[in-house]
C-alpha cells in the first residue's frame, strides 16, 4: 500500500483510511530530521511536496512545512489528490496507532543514526514480526542486518540481479537467501510514467525485456515456498492487479486501496 490516489501521501489520514478499508501492510518511507526525529516521508528535499525547497536533514521537527493540499500521484497520469491531513507524521505515530498492522519501511537514506533510531523503535514497539526494512542500495540494507538482524530485509538492486541470475542459471534451489521480502516493481508500469512517444526504442527494448525476465511464475513460486513475500509495486489498474496475482505474487502496492479490495472481492486465481 501507498495510497497516494486516496488521501496525501505518507500522512496518518492515508494510513487510517487504508487499515480501515483493509489494507494488510503500510509501506512507508523515512527520514531523520536535524533533532533525530525518524518522520515518514518519501522525499528528503521538501519541495515537491510542501513547495518549501530544504531539506528535512536540515530542520527540527517542529519546524516541518506541512504538505501542500494537492499532490500529483506519481504512478497514475494526470491524477493528483487533495486531503486534509497535511502533516508530516513520526514513525512511532504509525506504530502507536497501528500496533498490528505489519510495516514496511524504506530507509531512504544511507545515514546510520536513523538506521540506529528506527531499529530502537521497533524493538521498544516489539514490532520485529511485524516489520521489513531496506532500501535498493546494497550498503543500507547491510547496515539495517547489521544494526538489528532480528528484523527482516528485502532485496535490495544488486540482489534481485543476482537472484535473477541464480534462477536462470537454475543454481537458486541450491543458494541460502536471507531475505524474506522481493520487493519489485512490475517493469511495463514505467511505460506509464515516461511519455512512450519520448522514449526510445532501446529504453523501451530495456523495459521490455526486464519484464519478461522478472515478471516470471515459476520464480515467485519457487519463492514463495521458500516463505519469501513477493510485492509488486506500484499497481492502479485492474489488469495489473489481476497479472500479478496470477503470476503467484503475494501482494501488490496500490496508491488506491479501496479499488484493490474491490479486484480481490471477486479475484479467484
Known amino acids: 500500500f501507498t495510497g497516494a490516489g486516496e488521501n496525501l501521501e505518507n500522512t496518518m489520514a492515508a494510513f487510517c483510511h487504508a487499515v480501515n478499508v483493509g489494507t494488510d501492510m503500510l509501506e512507508l518511507d523515512c527520514h531523520l530530521t536535524k533533532d533525530q526525529q525518524v518522520v515518514v516521508s518519501h522525499d528528503e528535499n521538501l519541495k515537491r511536496a510542501t513547495g518549501v525547497d530544504i531539506s528535512i536533514s536540515d530542520l527540527k521537527y517542529s519546524e516541518l512545512p506541512p504538505y501542500l493540499c494537492k499532490l500529483d500521484v506519481t504512478f497514475q497520469k494526470e491524477c493528483h489528490c487533495e486531503g486534509e491531513d497535511n502533516r508530516i507524521p513520526l514513525l512511532k505515530e504509525v506504530f502507536e496507532a497501528f500496533p498490528n498492522t505489519p510495516v514496511n519501511i524504506d530507509i531512504k537514506v544511507n545515514n546510520s543514526v536513523l538506521i540506529k533510531k528506527v531499529s530502537e523503535l521497533v524493538s521498544q514497539y516489539k514490532r520485529e514480526h511485524l516489520t521489513v ?34 534462477f536462470y542459471t537454475g543454481l537458486l534451489p541450491f543458494i541460502p ?18 511519455e512512450p512517444e519520448k522514449m526510445t526504442r532501446r529504453q523501451k527494448f530495456v523495459i521490455w525485456l526486464a519484464d519478461v525476465l522478472l515478471m516470471r511464475k515459476a520464480l515467485f513460486d519457487h519463492l514463495t515456498a521458500r ?9 492502479n489498474e485492474e489488469q495489473e492487479y489481476k497479472r500479478a496475482f496470477d503470476l503467484g505474487a503475494t501482494g501488490v502496492m496500490t496508491d488506491y486501496p479501496t479499488k484493490l479490495k474491490e479486484f480481490l472481492h471477486n479475484y479467484s486465481a
Open 133 to 166: 526494512w531496506g532500501n535498493v542500495s546494497y550498503e543500507i540494507v547491510e547496515k539495517c542486518h547489521k544494526e538489528n538482524a532480528d528484523i527482516p530485509i528485502l532485496f535490495c538492486l544488486k540482489r534481485v540481479l543476482l537472484l535473477v541470475g541464480l
Open 177 to 194: 537467501i536471507r531475505e524474506e521480502f522481493l520487493e519489485i516493481p512490475m517493469p511495463s508500469i514505467i511505460l506509464k510514467l515516461k
Open 227 to 235: 516463505g519469501i513475500q513477493v510485492y509488486i509495486w506500484v499497481l
